[in-house]
């Protein structure tokens, strides 16, 4: 399988850096200025640690001052290495790179004490043979971040999108919310097994406590609204790029109750394309 190599280059302010961004969300080992002259080794070197499927990014522009000299020969040598070589290449229109340069009150790296026009002419004209050669030219002036997060989504294929990781994490209201949830839900509404001598000491890992809270028809009913709102929701945050989801159950103490669901809805998450991961925060805190 050929390693996906792609060199993101293109004109300073067009969107390079939030690209290479979005591609290390999904997976690529991205890279950012490497000298040109130095990327066969690199990939060598660096193959040895990824995994054979792993993609990987290098933003090349004209921060480094030389990469134009040679790049016909080392992009030769990658495809002969057996790389799949794809140059992307970043514009926008005039106006807009001006805007973006006066929003962030940045200087342009070819300005120097002339204008930020000027700087823009001159990358422009230096670029072009590299704009020529481009697998695809992204002209970002009307993209916003996720309209350019589906366009590279679309570029790079399914293959290196990144599932959306969910937490499920059980906490009790006693010590405060987690601070990293992204969805509580409060199921101090169901009876309490503290009140029962017999359950007090278990916790909600224990099948005969766990029957106890999910035997309730309250908790049956709850859960059936539970798996109906994740259902709808998982899919719209994905969409949104989203790539993590903490969903939080609190109860009083977070040994019982909260415990007890969290254990019930890992075993029977709702049908989506996501990592499972749980949690349970309070539990051993008595």
Do not use: W
Not at 28 to 42: I, S
């Amino acid at each position: 399988m050929k390693r996906q190599l792609l060199i993101i280059t293109g004109l300073s302010g067009s969107g390079k850096s939030t690209a290479a961004r979005l591609l290390e969300d999904q997976g690529f080992f991205v890279v950012d200025n490497l000298p040109l002259v130095m990327l066969p080794d690199f990939m060598q070197r660096v193959g040895e640690g990824l995994s054979p499927d792993a993609g990987v990014a290098v933003v090349v522009d004209v921060r480094n001052r030389g990469f134009l000299t040679d790049y016909k020969e080392i992009f030769a040598q990658l495809k002969k290495e057996g790389y799949q070589l794809e140059i992307l290449f970043f514009e926008a229109a005039d106006e807009v790179l001006q805007r973006r340069y006066s929003e962030t009150r940045r200087s342009h790296p070819l300005a120097a004490d002339d204008t930020v026009q000027s700087g823009i002419t001159r990358e422009r004209r230096q670029l072009h043979v590299l704009r020529d050669i481009a697998t695809r030219i992204v002209d970002s002036s009307n993209l916003n971040s996720r309209l350019l997060r589906d366009l590279m989504l679309d570029l790079i294929g399914d293959k290196h999108q990144s599932p959306l990781i969910v937490n499920l994490e059980s906490f009790g209201y006693r010590f405060g919310l987690p601070p990293a949830a992204d969805l509580v839900f409060d199921v101090r509404f169901l009876s309490n097994p503290h009140y029962i001598d017999e359950l007090r000491p278990l916790t909600g890992l224990v099948p005969k406590l766990r029957q106890f809270v999910l035997s309730q028809p309250a908790c049956r009913e709850f859960r059936q609204h539970l798996d109906h709102l994740l259902g709808f929701l998982l899919p719209h945050y994905q969409a949104e790029g989203k790539s993590y989801l903490t969903v939080a159950i609190g109860c009083t103490g977070g040994r019982h109750r909260s415990v007890s669901i969290v254990e019930d809805l890992y075993k029977s998450f709702p049908e989506a394309k996501v990592v499972l991961r749980k949690n349970h925060r309070d539990i051993d805190k008595g």
